[in-house]
């Protein structure tokens, strides 16, 4: 599967951005979905989630409460809402996509990466 993020910008802090990230190919209902950020300097981190049928989410402590994944299957899409951003949000993000099961924390789950799109939050 391929993966094309898109969404990210430049917002001030408390603002709310929505990343896309669409998938190629007929089985994306096969793959549970991920986001994953990377700030400068540090390393790639789990942010959200979603399993394969959409029922059940992982959050990061960081962004949980802030943060919303989604999924469309019928537009091969996984959505993350990002509401009140802080300047620590600042990353890239990408999406991921993983055939494995577990709680999908873990970048080795992920065997599907996107190219990354840039979220910058100004104070």
């Known amino acids: 599967v391929q993966l094309q993020a898109s969404g990210g910008g430049l917002v001030q802090a408390g603002g709310s951005l929505r990343l896309s990230c669409v998938a190629s190919g007929r089985t994306f209902s096969s793959y549970a979905m991920g986001w994953f950020r990377q700030a400068p300097g540090k390393e790639r981190e789990f942010a959200a989630a979603m399993s394969r049928s959409g029922g059940i989410t992982y959050y990061a402590d960081s962004v949980k409460g802030r943060f919303t994944i989604s999924r469309d299957n019928a537009k091969n899409t996984v959505y993350l809402q990002m509401a009140s951003l802080k300047p620590e949000d600042t990353a890239v993000y990408y999406c991921?996509?993983?055939?494995?099961?577990?709680?999908?924390?873990?970048?080795?789950?992920?065997?599907?990466w996107g190219q990354g799109t840039q979220v910058t939050v100004s104070s």
């Open positions: 991921a996509a993983s055939r494995g099961s577990g709680t999908y924390y873990y970048i080795s789950q992920y065997g599907y």
